[in-house]
RNA sequence: UCCUCGGUAGCUCAACAGGCAGAGCGGCCGGCUGUUAACCGGUUGGUUGUAGGUUCGAGUCCUACCCGGGGAG
C-alpha cells in the first residue's frame, strides 16, 4: 500500500483545495512544501529542527545519493529513512532536473542519460528502469520517474521531444517498479506551450500513476508565464490525486500556485536564501549582513515565532554572517522554513475560511518584487 | 654609529628597462525557484612615507630626512 489522498475541502472562488496524504511514514496535510535534502540532510539542520520548523514530508535526490554514498549502501544500512534519521514521509526526485542543471556533463538519448560524474569523471548511464532501482533501494514515499527538464527558453521542437521522451520513460519507469508501498508520480513536461502542456497532462493523467507533478516551470521564464499554464492546464487535473508543482518555493508563488490548484510544492529556494543571508519576513524579504542591522536589537521578523526569532537579534545574526561562524546560516535555515511552512499553515486555514484571495493580496504586495522580471 | 632590505587601497602584496597605479581579501550593494551553490555578481577604496631634484613624463632614477625589519660594532 503507497499512498491515500482524501480531498478535505474545496475552495469556491479557486482551484484552491485542502486534503490528506496518508504515507507508511505518516500522514500530512496539503496544500504542503517539502523542505529539500539533496543529499540526505536538509542543509545546516538536524531531522528534530526541521520538525520544530514544521517540516512534514521532505524531498531528497536519488541521482545525488546514487553518486554518493550509493543506493545499495543505503539499502543495506536499513533504507534512507534510518539513514538520515528522519522517520517522516520522503519524496526522491529522480535526477531529471539534474538533466538540464549538469547539462554540459550529460549526454540524453531516449535509451537514458549518460553523464560524467562530477565527483571522480566516471561515466554513468542512467535509464528510467534503473532510477526505479535505485528509488527502492532507498524506500522513499513518493519517488518521482526519470524526466527531461529543459530550460527556458526552449523551442516547441525540444519540448515535443522532452514530453514525448519523458512520457516514454514514464511507461517504463511503471512496467519496472515492484514495490507496493511506494508510490510512483507522473511528470507533465511540454516547455512553455500551453497546448503541450494540456496533451502532456491528459496523457499522464490517464496512466498508472498516484499523483500529478507539474516539472519544468520555474526554470527562468517570466512569473507570469508560469502562472498563466497552470492557469490553462490545472483545471484538467484529476482531482483525486495529489498535484506537485516542482521547484517552486517563493512566499508569492506559493500562494498563486495553491490558487491554480496545487498540492504539493518543494524548493530549495528558503534554505539556499537562508545561508546566503537572505531572510523572508511578514513585510518582505531582508539581507541580513546589510549594515543597516549592525546594532538592530529586533528579532528578524518580529510577528515570527521560530526558534531564531524567539531568541536573537538582527545584530547577533548579522555578527555571525560576518565572523562566517556556521550558527549564522544555521539560524537563518531555520526561520526561513518556518516562516515558509507557517505561511502554508496560513494557506490551509485562509482555504478553511474561504479568505485565501485575501492572504494573497497581502503576499503578493509584501513580495511584488517576485513579479518583476 | 655604520651597512642592508623595505615603506603603494582598511589588510597582504603586484606594477618589464621611467610611459594611463592593479589584484586578492575586507567594506558596501544585489541576485539565487525538482541544490555540483555557506555560492555568484556588481561596486567603493590611493597626494605610491616626507621634502626637494633630474626628466616631455617619476611608484620606478638622484639627495636629505622619517618610520620599520635584519646585520655589524
Not at 569523471?121 to 513518493?142: A, K
Request: proline share 5%; with cysteine.
Amino acid at each position: 500500500m503507497g499512498i491515500r489522498f482524501h480531498v478535505l475541502k474545496e475552495d469556491d472562488k479557486t482551484l484552491a483545495r485542502i486534503g490528506i496524504v496518508e504515507t507508511p511514514h505518516g500522514a500530512y496535510e496539503t496544500p504542503v512544501f517539502m523542505p529539500v535534502g539533496t543529499q540526505a540532510t536538509v542543509k545546516t539542520l538536524t531531522p528534530e529542527e526541521v520538525l520544530e520548523c514544521g517540516g512534514k514530508i521532505i524531498l531528497s535526490n536519488a541521482f545525488h545519493l546514487a553518486l554518493r554514498p550509493g543506493s545499495e549502501l543505503i539499502k543495506n544500512l536499513g533504507g534512507l529513512h534510518k539513514f538520515m534519521h528522519w522517520d517522516r514521509p520522503i519524496l526522491t526526485d529522480s535526477g531529471g532536473y539534474q538533466i538540464m542543471s549538469l547539462s554540459p556533463l550529460v549526454k540524453i538519448t531516449d535509451a537514458g542519460i549518460q553523464f560524467k560524474s562530477f565527483l571522480d569523471g566516471r561515466e554513468l548511464f542512467f535509464t528510467p528502469e534503473e532510477v526505479i532501482r535505485i528509488e527502492e533501494n532507498l524506500g522513499s514515499d513518493i519517488i518521482m520517474p526519470l524526466d527531461e527538464c529543459i530550460p527556458y527558453p526552449s523551442s516547441k521542437e525540444k519540448a515535443r521531444e522532452a514530453l514525448e521522451r519523458t512520457i516514454k520513460w514514464l511507461i517504463r519507469s511503471i512496467k519496472v517498479k515492484r514495490r507496493e508501498d511506494q508510490s510512483l508520480f507522473g511528470i507533465v513536461q511540454g516547455g512553455m506551450f500551453n497546448d503541450l502542456r494540456l496533451e502532456a497532462l491528459e496523457r499522464v493523467s490517464s496512466m498508472e500513476v498516484e499523483g500529478i507533478a507539474i516539472g519544468g516551470l520555474s526554470v527562468g521564464e517570466p512569473k507570469e508565464m508560469m502562472y498563466d499554464i497552470l492557469e490553462y492546464i490545472m483545471p484538467y487535473a484529476p482531482k483525486d490525486k495529489p498535484r506537485y508543482l516542482m521547484g517552486v518555493g517563493t512566499p508569492l508563488s506559493l500562494v498563486e500556485g495553491v490558487i491554480r490548484g496545487i498540492d504539493m510544492f518543494d524548493c530549495i529556494f528558503p534554505t539556499r536564501l537562508a545561508r546566503h543571508g537572505g531572510v523572508f519576513t511578514s513585510k518582505g524579504r531582508l539581507i541580513i549582513t546589510n549594515a543597516e542591522f549592525t546594532s538592530d536589537p529586533r528579532p528578524i521578523d518580529e510577528e515570527c515565532n521560530c526558534y531564531t526569532c524567539r531568541n536573537y537579534s538582527r545584530a547577533y545574526i548579522r555578527h555571525l554572517f560576518k565572523a562566517e561562524e556556521a550558527l549564522g546560516p544555521r539560524l537563518t535555515t531555520i526561520h526561513n522554513l518556518y516562516y515558509i511552512l507557517h505561511l502554508m499553515d496560513r494557506i490551509r486555514s485562509a482555504i478553511r475560511d474561504g479568505s485565501i484571495l485575501e492572504l494573497r493580496e497581502e503576499i503578493a504586495y509584501y513580495y511584488r518584487k517576485e513579479l518583476s522580471i
